[in-house]
């Protein structure tokens, strides 16, 4: 009896001493620390989990033991990631799976609307990703806290698939798109061109602009467009309220039109 108290007590010992030496912010709290920066208005994830708010109290800590991410990074890409950190962390009666931070850069010289990244980390459920839009455009040389869940024990491979600007024009990684299709964007442009060019020639410029903030409810991604192009239609109905946002800004309400009139009349509209 003595033998297995003393075996129980030293392992209990062995893991207060790794948490103390790993720790980052180690701590109770409420939830999961946010792993984005505190503008974040959207943030679309791949990935399905029960609300932290729920666990009671959860503690983080680095987690120095992971193996660093293969981060892939395109020479032209107007995004790098830099500074990557695994925490992990642990509720009673819970199972809290780590998580990725990083910060990420604009190195291109235009500000950046929003941006789409993956990860895979070679498990069967396969590579998720991450949709986002800061609250305020990221402008050249700025950069922002960033996050995201992982699953499994192996290498994470994180790469920035999809980045639209402020004017509308957009990258895409030339790796192959796994969620975000050009043309998915294309199409999700179009179909938020046709609705918005109903509004216009009924109600004017003015209800057009009034009507973006409703765009995704008007303009439904469809399960057949998931399927086919994932996220690609929705950031294409996103491209088209960023275009007629700049149009507005650049030149007035009377731009509105021909903004929308290009989409429809260029088929790579979208990629400007």
């Known amino acids: 009896m003595r033998c297995r108290y003393t075996k129980a007590s030293a392992s209990l010992l062995l893991l207060l001493v790794l948490l103390l030496i790993c720790a980052d912010d180690l701590g109770p709290g409420s939830g999961i620390p946010s792993t984005g920066n505190s503008g ?28 660093s991410p293969a981060i892939e990074q395109q020479s032209d890409s107007p995004l790098v990631i830099r500074n990557p950190r695994f925490y992990s962390h642990w509720s009673w009666g819970y199972v809290i799976g780590p998580t990725l931070n990083y910060d990420v850069v604009n190195v291109s010289q235009k500000p950046v609307h929003s941006f789409f990244d993956s990860q895979d980390s070679g498990e069967p459920q396969g590579p998720g990703g991450t949709l986002s839009q800061p609250e305020l455009a990221l402008k050249p040389g700025d950069s922002m806290s960033h996050g995201t869940s992982v699953s499994g024990k192996s290498r994470v491979r994180l790469t920035f698939e999809f980045v639209q600007f402020a004017d509308g024009t957009t990258w895409y990684s030339n790796t192959g798109q796994k969620f975000v299709h050009p043309d998915g964007v294309r199409a999700g442009a179009r179909d938020a061109a046709e609705h918005l060019i109903k509004v216009l020639e009924s109600s004017g410029p003015e209800a057009v602009l009034k009507s973006l903030p409703r765009i995704h409810a008007d303009v439904n991604d469809r399960m057949s467009t998931i399927s086919a ?18 149009a507005n800004q650049e030149g007035g ?3 509105i039109e021909s903004a929308l009139r290009r989409i429809l009349d260029d088929p790579s509209e979208s990629n400007r």
């Open 40 to 67: 974040m208005r959207n943030e679309y994830r791949l990935t399905v989990g029960s609300s932290a708010q729920s666990l009671g109290r959860i503690f983080t800590w680095r987690n120095y033991f992971r193996r």
């Open 253 to 255: 309400l009377r731009t």
């Open 229 to 246: 192009w994932g996220f690609g239609h929705y950031c294409g109905v996103t491209n088209a309220a960023v275009k007629v946002q700049h």
